[in-house]
C-alpha cells in the first residue's frame, strides 16, 4: 500500500523559512514522480508547486514559487522535502505529498500539512 506522510509544517513569520519532509513506503522510490500540492483553505482547486522525477532529477516549479521554493530527495531515507524560503502570507495553504503522475495531477496523496504564514 503507497503511503505518504508530511511533517514539517507550521506557523512562520512572512520572511521565514520551513522545511517540509514526506516520507513515502510501499513503492519504490524511483518507480514514481513525486511532488507537492497546496490548497488554500476554502478553495476548490489544488495548485501543483513543485514535482521532481527521482530516475533523471527533472524538476518544475509554479511560477508563484520559483527561486524560493527547492524540492530534493534522499533516496535512501525515501523522504521527499519542500524547501521553502522567503516565506509570503500567500504561501498560506494545505500542503500535500503526492506521488505517481506530475504536477497537473498525481494518482497518490497524502493528508497534508498546514503552512501558515503570518504578515
Known amino acids: 500500500e503507497v503511503q505518504l506522510v508530511e511533517s514539517g509544517g507550521g506557523l512562520v513569520q512572512a520572511g521565514g523559512s520551513l522545511r517540509l519532509s514526506c516520507a513515502a513506503s510501499?513503492?519504490?522510490?524511483?518507480?514514481?514522480?513525486l511532488g507537492w500540492f497546496r490548497q488554500v483553505p476554502g478553495a476548490k482547486r489544488r495548485e501543483g508547486v513543485s514535482c521532481i522525477s527521482p530516475t533523471d532529477g527533472t524538476t518544475y516549479y509554479a511560477d508563484s514559487v520559483k527561486g524560493r521554493f527547492t524540492i530534493s530527495t534522499d533516496n535512501a531515507q525515501n523522504t521527499v522535502y519542500l524547501h521553502m524560503n522567503s516565506l509570503k502570507p500567500e504561501d498560506t495553504a494545505v500542503y500535500y505529498c503526492?506521488?505517481?503522475?506530475?504536477?497537473?495531477?498525481?494518482?497518490?496523496w497524502g493528508k497534508g500539512t498546514l503552512v501558515t504564514v503570518s504578515s
Open positions: 510501499g513503492f519504490s522510490f524511483d518507480d514514481y514522480p
Open positions: 503526492a506521488a505517481a503522475g506530475w504536477c497537473g495531477d498525481m494518482n497518490y
